[in-house]
């Protein structure tokens, strides 16, 4: 932790591996071990109940966040099949119309705009690009401003505004109040009541996921200086 060197990359994740090599030492040096972060698997977590005792797991807000923008991809992928259903549907029929055999054609804006552009949907608020700048989108055939993307992408679905809106909301508090875990806390029930109420089952499960390990998550916004030799982190 002090050097950020890497001490031991393990073969596999799963429970016989972690036994092992975790039950390779002594009591006394598990016991020196005060802090143990982790993704939300759980034979990571459980460790602190069968080899690191003095150990509080601790969930880093990456892992939630990766968690909350995997399921908004699949919300596009299935946004995405919608257009790419209708869009064979309107091939098949000018098909038969035109007494054609074409087994595809080209992307529709709606798609181009599905496969390009889902950065507007999962952007970290304030890592977008400058709304006023202009670049040539050749599948579009236009020169739009990231704003008028930014537009485009969100008009394709009636809850991809909602959807950003809470998602950010969660990416500012991860950011408002690192070293105030308390706040945090009360921060935290509230998006947890909030999404919890939503009409978004993608946020109903979220919440549930945060509920879950709230705990763990909320040290993570617990500030620990290196300077303090005391401890030892895995």
Known sequence: FMTSDIIEVLPYRNYDTLRDYFGSYSYEERM????????MY????????????SASPIIDSFHAVQI?????RKY????KKRYQKKQDEERRKNNYQTNKNYKSRKDSVELVLLKKYSWVLL????NEPDISSRHYSKQLGIYPTVERIQKMFLDLDPMFRPLKEM?????????????????????????????SSSDYKIYEEFASLLK???????????VVKKEDKDYEVF
């Open 32 to 39: 020196n071990v005060k802090y143990l972060i982790c993704d």
């Open 42 to 53: 759980a034979p990571y977590i459980n460790l602190t109940g069968k080899y690191l005792y």
């Open 68 to 72: 909350l923008e995997r399921s908004l």
């Open 76 to 79: 596009i992928d299935q946004v």
């Open 123 to 126: 952007c970290k608020p304030g």
């Open 167 to 195: 998602k950010d909301r969660y990416l500012l508090f991860n950011e408002e109040y690192v070293s105030r875990p308390d706040e945090a806390a009360e921060a935290l029930d509230k998006l947890i009541n909030e999404y």
């Open 212 to 222: 879950k390990y709230s705990k763990e998550i909320i040290r993570s916004f617990t």
